[in-house]
């Protein structure tokens, strides 16, 4: 019997339009001001900036170079763990300055809140930092959904692709894989939480519907149906 759900936000409970037209934009126009403002004076951005120039091969005092490498990952979607870091904090001015609300789609906010008061433990586990998901669901147009939630995973457990992490979230939740249902709209992702023994379900919001050998559904409605038989 399925116990805990665990949800990825781009493309499942949030449109991939508003991270990548809105989200990734904001962040490319204001990290330059930021970094140029905290490189000194913060710890966290300063030990996000060790890592850019690590990663990238390049002069830990090059601000500008950092910034630029910066602005091409997010040009590339690179899912950079001090990227993510970064933008989070960006993001957070965005949000609470009420330049930013967060996308989700009307029947996943139906749903987390239906299966949060049926019993169910609700996590995510997203590229985007655990402040970014905070941020994304805490100020959304509907608003806060973050009560809904038992808590979050980012790349700091490892990547959306690897089956290990899937495993880290088992130990870190101390619950059998087969309780755990994961949805995503990304193949790749499904295959390693499948690989690591959890139930998932594929969305696929737009589109025709691929033949898959696994559980697939337009919205979190038909998601329901799934939860309702196991
Ligand atoms: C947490 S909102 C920002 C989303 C983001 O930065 C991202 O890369 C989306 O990744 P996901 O794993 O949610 O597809
Ligand atoms: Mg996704």
């Known amino acids: ?46 030990e996000q900036l060790d890592a850019v120039a690590q990663k990238a091969g390049i002069d830990r005092d090059d601000i500008e170079a950092l910034i630029q490498t910066l602005q091409a990952w997010i040009r590339e979607d690179r899912k950079e763990t001090p990227l993510k870091t970064l933008q989070g904090m960006v993001w957070e001015q965005g949000y609470q300055q009420g330049e930013i609300k967060g ?10 809140q239906r299966w949060h008061d049926r019993g169910l433990r609700l996590f995510v586990y997203s590229s985007g930092s655990v402040k970014a ?12 959904f973050t009560p809904y939630f038992s808590g979050y995973f980012d790349t700091r457990i490892g990547g959306k692709k690897e089956a290990d992490s899937y495993r880290a979230i088992l130990g870190e939740l101390g619950v059998e894989a087969k309780t ?16 690591a023994g959890m139930k998932t379900a594929w969305l696929v919001r737009e589109g025709e519907l691929p033949e898959a050998g696994r559980f697939v559904a337009r919205d979190f409605s038909e998601v329901d149906t799934l939860l309702r038989k196991r």
């Open 180 to 195: 755990v249902l994961f949805l995503s709209d990304v193949e790749a992702e499904l295959e390693a939480a499948e690989a």
């Open 103 to 112: 996308h989700i789609y009307a029947d996943a906010a139906d749903y987390l």
């Open 1 to 46: 019997m399925i116990r805990v759900v665990l949800t990825d936000i781009e493309g499942t409970t949030s449109s991939i339009s508003f991270v990548h037209d809105v989200l990734f934009p904001y962040a490319s126009e204001h990290l330059p001001e930021f970094i140029r403002a905290h490189h000194g004076d913060s710890p966290v951005v300063a």
């Open 133 to 144: 998901q905070q941020l994304i669901f805490g100020f959304t147009e509907a608003g806060d």
